[in-house]
């Protein structure tokens, strides 16, 4: 039997057992941060978040995240109720609450808010958002490389449901998962309307090919900022990058393949659809990137 193992994996902490989360201007006790049964993001997905990290007292490229926050909120047409130096504040008094200093998690909700009516219309949500922020002690502890299987759930065309929202609403994700742990490996490849390979069902996705670090065109995916930072890495450490099109038999023949999200930074893959990757364990560009990457935000 495969061992069960996912990508947001971390070591048990007994402190978060006693959270404090933040909802709608108070910081409150765990089991009282509960939401309504009408709130457009329970009933409908009708929302935004945000995945953020905490290292050494700061949290990780925070105005990368506050960009995506707000640019995705405008486009589903959701007042966020707050600026940006309102949600920095909001972040810092949870992690104060809470006596965070390093190695946390939050994340970050906004959705459209209680309706006063169980029904998909925006105008029934009428008494502003509800803003959420769950803030966890989280030492990543993901006990060995990740199996990937391809499933057919695809990244579609942003005239459907952008996959660059962040949105509530991962039942696509979901289904990708699904698929992936029911053929046996812990997160699902999905690849775009063209059949090239462009994300996993949480994180974005790299193989490394002779040296070369590739990555999809970004058009189908989620625009992570651990995938632009790595982008970002490389071609400052001369590292070839390249953002192209290229398909599973690639991708089967890369010496490494890793993935990227601000929980794991970045994440060895050993297998694909059954096939090892390279050695199957974490390779040496993996192992570069991840220090580079380190360094990066220990410079912050
Ligand atoms: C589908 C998906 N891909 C990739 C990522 C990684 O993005 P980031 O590096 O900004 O955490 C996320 C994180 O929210 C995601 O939901």
């Known amino acids: 039997?495969?061992?069960?193992?996912?990508?947001?994996?971390?070591?048990?902490?007994?402190?978060?057992?006693?959270?404090?989360?933040?909802?709608?201007?108070?910081?409150?006790?765990?089991?009282?941060?509960?939401?309504?049964?009408?709130?457009?993001?329970?009933?409908?997905?009708?929302?935004?978040w945000e995945g953020l990290r905490l290292y050494n007292g700061?949290?990780?490229?925070?105005?990368?995240?506050?960009?995506r926050l707000f640019e995705a909120a405008k486009a589903i047409d959701l007042d966020i109720g707050k600026t940006r130096e309102e949600v920095r504040?909001?972040?810092?008094?949870?992690?104060?609450?809470?006596?965070?200093?390093?190695n946390a998690h939050a994340r970050l909700m906004v959705t459209r808010g209680p309706k006063t009516r169980p029904f998909q219309h925006p105008?029934?949500?009428?008494?502003?958002?509800?803003?959420v922020i769950i803030m966890e002690h989280s030492q990543p502890k993901i006990p060995r490389p990740i199996k990937l299987a391809t499933?057919?759930?695809?990244?579609?065309?942003?005239?459907?449901?952008?996959?660059?929202?962040?949105?509530h609403s991962k039942l696509n994700c979901i289904l990708a998962c699904i698929a992936a742990e029911k053929a046996g490996a812990d997160e699902g490849l999905m690849l775009d309307v063209n059949g090239f390979v462009n994300t996993?069902?949480?994180?974005?996705?790299?193989i490394v090919r002779k040296g070369a670090v590739w990555t999809s065109t970004g058009d189908y995916c989620m625009n992570g900022i651990t995938r632009q930072k790595v982008i970002d890495l490389c071609r400052a450490n001369d590292i070839p990058v390249f953002e192209r099109n290229y398909s599973l038999v690639d991708t089967y023949g890369a010496d490494e393949a890793f993935l990227t999200g601000?929980?794991?930074?970045?994440?060895?893959?050993?297998?694909?659809?059954?096939?090892?990757?390279?050695?199957?364990?974490?390779?040496?560009?993996?192992?570069?990137?991840?220090?580079?990457?380190?360094?990066?935000v220990d410079q912050q």
Not at 89 to 102: K, V
Not at 123 to 131: D, E, K, N, R, V
Not at 200 to 206: G, I, L, R, S
Request: glycine content about 8%; hydrophobic content about 35%.
């Open 123 to 131: 105008s029934l949500s009428q008494s502003g958002p509800t803003f």
């Open 200 to 206: 996993t069902n949480a994180c974005n996705f790299f």
């Open 1 to 48: 039997m495969n061992e069960r193992v996912t990508t947001h994996q971390a070591e048990e902490d007994a402190r978060n057992e006693a959270l404090l989360i933040y909802l709608n201007d108070r910081v409150v006790p765990k089991a009282e941060a509960v939401v309504s049964v009408y709130d457009s993001g329970f009933m409908l997905g009708d929302g935004v």
């Open 89 to 102: 504040t909001a972040l810092e008094q949870t992690r104060i609450a809470n006596e965070m200093t390093t």
């Open 262 to 296: 601000t929980f794991g930074a970045q994440t060895p893959v050993s297998h694909i659809d059954g096939r090892q990757i390279g050695t199957g364990e974490m390779g040496p560009m993996t192992m570069r990137l991840r220090e580079l990457y380190k360094k990066l």
């Open 58 to 67: 700061v949290w990780a490229f925070l105005d990368e995240h506050l960009d």
């Open 151 to 167: 499933v057919p759930h695809l990244r579609g065309l942003p005239m459907t449901q952008d996959p660059k929202l962040n949105s």
